[in-house]
């Protein structure tokens, strides 16, 4: 066994209760150990910490890091990545000008050890999985979206089952190798093939008469019954336009008491109110957030800045495609699955409308009395790069620090939001809850998130700075498995890390109906869909770790 000794740490670890107690940690390969024999101790490599502020590696819940609409992404905006690294010749699209590898380092740095791609269509599995193979260090896990695709809507429309809609979720995660279910504007790809601009929670799928609500409530149901350790993830209708409060507040209402999870709600906390037609709905959204525990969010924050926004929601990005700086964009359609679009976009912060949803952000962020339920996330790219994470940090951690930079906004945005009254300051207890013990909690990933005995032994150490962007900007160290694979802020190891994924049981009735489905339909054979018994040796390379059977929640 390889003893490896963490002397002086300060440790912040909910799950321990400790607020910045000096400990020691003990390593025995790739777990965290209660203190091993003075024979293991004599063998043990020694850190001493110093008092740096060590935790566990911090876990992203909703990044989009790999899957079509991160290469269309790549390939139209080559301006804005690095073309000079050399590339994984075995990866798909290994000419084009990306750096896939480069999301594992700059993760690395900033001591984070798992990250969740949240939209993974099932006809691109394999696209993705191959690239979340390419990010080194950390690990990974992908949500496979359903929601519009036409055999689910065939399904519903002749009035299936809930057992075989369940049957149909199950065989989805195993065949695309996913963690869990993304629901993206339920219906809407469907009713924009027929034409229509505008798509909410109780309009109904042309064809289909199978409304919004329907879909979503059918595939929460399946999650549940299924016991998927990650509550359903939704993207609600009407993303990004004034007024939409009502849907994110009807969806809460519509989850009828059972687990789910809001996705960048930042882009939901919206107001119709003002001279602007545009207002701050952030106070209202965490009201309706108290009154609903089942429900957990992650807020989507936006940054100032040059970023890209992709989704699979092309009502929304059809709508901002005249948004798009600089000017070019892109939406499309997957045969009988989904669609999506690429808008790049520049966050202004001179302009009234960028700078509010700025605030809204903060607001939600600064209105939550529960970490363990909301999320930090900028719901990468969207409403900025996961680099600047450590920017956000500091602005929910130094109230001085955010009220200079409200001073430098359209003046009637500090007037119509709630931010320059709320002097509350994040702690580090807060930020372990947030970005370490709370997203192990959702994924069901007991051995992350904290530094207790039987853990993965993944932990990143800070040097305290007054600067909290500075501080994490750039661990210390970093420990993966176990392995020291970051030192004084540099990467030493590019050693791959794993994906995720489960193995859920179902009744294998229903896989005829699909097998009849996709020879009618599809252009591809169903042994080319997803990660299946024929492609074991891609899923070998691809360095796959199958959790066996589900959870209860």
């Known amino acids: ?56 590696g911090a ?69 993705v999985h191959a690239e979340l193979a390419d990010i080194p260090i950390i690990d990974t896990a992908a949500l496979a979206v359903l929601g519009s695709d036409d055999f689910l809507v065939r399904l519903l429309r002749a009035d299936a089952s809930q057992a075989q809609v369940n049957d149909y979720v199950s065989w989805t995660m195993n065949v695309t190798k996913a963690l869990g279910l993304k629901v993206i504007n ?198 900025a790069p996961f680099t600047r994470y450590p920017d956000l940090l500091r602005l929910l951690m130094d109230y001085d620090y955010r009220i200079e930079c409200l001073s430098h906004l359209h003046p009637d945005i500090a007037e119509m939001t709630l931010l320059a009254d709320i002097k509350r300051e994040y702690s580090l207890d807060e930020i372990a809850v947030m970005t370490r013990a709370a997203p192990s909690k959702l994924l069901g990933q007991q051995d992350r998130g904290h530094l207790k005995p039987g853990a993965r032994a993944d932990i990143a150490v800070y040097r305290e700075q007054d600067d909290k962007a500075a501080m994490f900007r750039r661990a210390d160290k970093v420990f993966k498995n176990g392995q020291l694979v970051l030192d004084e802020g540099a990467i030493l190891s590019s050693a791959a890390g794993k994906t995720l994924a489960l193995n859920v049981s179902y009744d294998r009735k229903i896989e005829p109906h699909i097998q009849s489905y996709f020879d009618r339909f599809y252009s591809l054979r169903i042994s080319n869909y997803g990660i299946t018994d024929d492609t074991g040796e891609l899923e070998r390379r691809l360095q796959m770790h199958i959790v066996s059977g589900a959870f209860s929640h």
């Open 1 to 56: 066994m390889n003893i490896v000794c963490l002397k002086n740490a300060r440790v912040y670890d909910p799950l321990q209760q400790a607020s910045g107690e000096m400990m020691t940690l003990w390593i025995g390969d790739d777990r965290i150990i209660d203190e091993p024999s003075a024979e293991l101790q004599q063998k043990a490599t020694v850190y001493d910490l110093n008092g740096s502020v060590t935790m566990a």
């Open 59 to 127: 876990l992203d819940i909703h990044s989009h890091i790999a899957g079509g609409n991160v290469n269309t992404a790549r390939l139209m905006l080559p301006e804005q990545h690095r073309s000079h690294l050399e590339r994984n010749h075995q990866t798909p699209f290994s000419n084009a000008k990306w750096s896939s590898f480069e999301t594992g380092y700059r993760y690395t740095e900033m001591g984070y050890s798992m990250v969740l791609e949240p939209a993974m269509l099932p006809v691109n599995a394999p696209q």
């Open 186 to 383: 339920a219906g809407g790809s469907q009713a924009f093939k027929k034409g229509a601009e505008t798509f909410s929670l109780d309009d109904v799928v042309p064809e289909y008469g199978i409304s919004s609500r329907t879909l979503l409530q059918r595939l929460q149901t399946a999650v549940v019954q299924t016991g998927l350790p990650h509550p359903v993830h939704v993207h609600c209708n009407n993303l990004g336009t004034p007024g939409n409060i009502q849907t994110i507040v009807d969806t809460m209402e519509a989850a009828q008491g059972l687990p789910m999870h809001l996705a960048h709600v930042q882009f939901y906390g919206y107001g119709d109110e003002g001279k602007y037609g545009f207002s701050s709905s952030a106070a209202r959204l965490m009201e309706a957030f108290n009154r609903h525990p089942n429900i957990t969010m992650d807020v989507g924050q936006v940054l100032f800045g040059q970023t890209v926004t992709l989704s699979g929601d092309v009502i929304a990005q059809f709508a901002r495609r005249y948004d798009a700086s600089p000017q070019k964009w892109n939406v499309w359609h997957a045969e009988n699955e989904g669609s999506g679009g690429i808008v790049p976009y520049h966050y202004k912060s001179a302009g009234f409308v960028n700078g509010l949803q700025w605030a809204i952000g903060l607001e939600i962020f600064l209105l939550c009395d529960d970490p363990w339920r909301l999320f930090f996330t900028t719901d990468h790219p969207n409403g």
